[in-house]
């Protein structure tokens, strides 16, 4: 392995130096023929292809638990200045050998909203308590962000009151709270979180061939849905995922195992997420390799300065969520995370789309900054850094307006 020094002085963040490629063909099909309808997209190329990317990049859907309980620990009826009902909700997993896990739900409903209402639903990084500005929130998280001084930090990655504002739910737990990931890595996180819960001794074993820690978190948000489905406030059949950077490639994997999410929302996910891999562009597989090389299962290893090699590529990721509306999302500064390269991930997935007749899809060109373009396939680029703030959370409203109601 390279020394992060030798990997840095790789990274390229000049367009000019971009190799030629040619992108895997998400319609092929083995025989050396083409999809030609949804009929066969649905029924025999999306299943190959799925089973390419947990072969080769997340790993196996993790199983559910046997047993899964939901305790409501709190209840607040005038949150947020009286805009909201805040609950606080304990989901319990257990295995028939005895193994328990636990992570604490962060639930947000409009006040005085006329029926069930549609949800967007999203892992935070720090803790529940820091996403919200309310001080009786409870910590969450790791234990060095449990402090008051953490309290709202990164409330504007989440916008509740925006959020409910439009007439929406929010719901949200601390990713470290379903499988923790120090930095620097842990090199021995199979026995952890969630790994810890399913997996006994003997099938922890050889665990990163079969699973990774993206999986992982993408097993939380379907477990927040499964909770979701329970509460009388809430329409499960209008759920939106969403995530920001590492945690926007969560939610672009549970968007593709978990069709009950009807809006798949990635923010600044970069490589392993919605940029392509065979740009070579800010963020590679050898630099993920370096740092975060859990986070994908071993056979990711493989493409390390061989990203030809990949049997896909990030627009058929994207693929994977058609028909329902999917957005991407990039920001001006964060060329780590390759804004082009997440939108031509974007703008080839249309090709997918396009058997279902939907509207709206990407044109070729890159629009400018703070131009969204909103359809079955969006993109959004915004002026800034790498993060995610109400500007985002503007353009994902009126997406879900546009889906939802």
């Known amino acids: 392995m390279k020394t992060w020094e030798e990997i840095s002085a790789l990274v390229n963040y000049d367009e ?27 029924n025999f190329q999306r299943p190959k292809i799925l089973e390419l990317y947990k072969r080769g990049l997340y790993g196996q859907t993790l199983p559910r638990p046997d ?68 001080k009786d929130v409870a910590f969450t998280g790791a234990a060095d962000n449990r402090v008051d001084g953490r309290r709202g930090c ?7 009151e925006d959020v409910l504002s439009r007439g929406y739910a929010s719901a949200t737990a601390c990713y470290e709270d379903v499988l923790p ?33 993206i999986g992982a978190w993408a097993w939380g948000l379907s477990r927040i849905a499964d909770y979701l489905e329970t509460d009388p406030h809430i329409d499960a059949g209008r759920m939106a995922v969403h995530g920001h950077s590492r945690l926007g490639k969560t939610a672009l994997w549970a968007g593709a195992t978990d069709r009950r999410f009807g809006l798949v929302i990635s923010n600044d996910s970069g490589c392993g997420g919605a940029a392509l891999y065979r740009r070579r562009f800010g963020e590679t597989p050898l630099a993920m ?27 058929m990721l994207i693929s994977l969520m058609a028909p329902r509306p999917v957005c991407v999302a990039s920001a001006t500064e964060d060329l780590w995370a390759d804004p082009r390269g997440e939108y031509l991930s974007a703008y080839h997935a249309g090709e997918v789309y396009r058997l279902f007749g939907a509207a709206g899809l990407l044109p070729e060109d890159m629009p400018l900054p703070d131009t969204p373009l909103s359809g079955a396939v969006s993109y959004h680029l915004r002026k800034g850094k790498h993060d995610q703030n109400e500007k985002d959370w503007a353009h994902y409203l009126g997406l879900a307006d546009m889906f939802f109601k």
């Open 67 to 134: 047993e899964t309980r939901f305790e409501v620990i709190s209840e607040k009826k005038d949150a947020l200045g009286g805009k909201a009902l805040r609950r606080e909700i304990r989901v319990s997993s257990g295995m028939a050998g005895g193994r328990k896990h636990h992570f604490d739900l962060l639930l947000y409903v409009p006040r005085g909203a006329r029926g069930r209402v549609p949800v967007f639903i999203g892992l935070n990084f720090k803790g529940n308590h820091t996403v919200s500005n309310e």
């Open 181 to 213: 990931d120090p930095y620097p890595f842990d090199p021995h996180p199979w026995d952890k979180g969630v790994f810890g819960l399913l997996f006994d001794e003997r099938e922890r074993s050889g665990l990163h061939e079969r699973c990774s820690m």
């Open 289 to 315: 390799a370096y740092n975060f090389p859990n986070w994908f299962v071993a056979a990711h290893d493989k493409y390390v300065e061989n990203e030809d090699a990949m049997p896909f590529d990030q627009h």
């Open 16 to 42: 000019s130096k971009v190799p030629a490629y040619t992108l895997p063909d998400a319609l092929l099909k083995a025989n050396g023929s083409r999809v030609k309808n949804a009929y066969e997209w649905v």
């Open 154 to 160: 990164d409330s504007h990655r989440m916008s509740f």
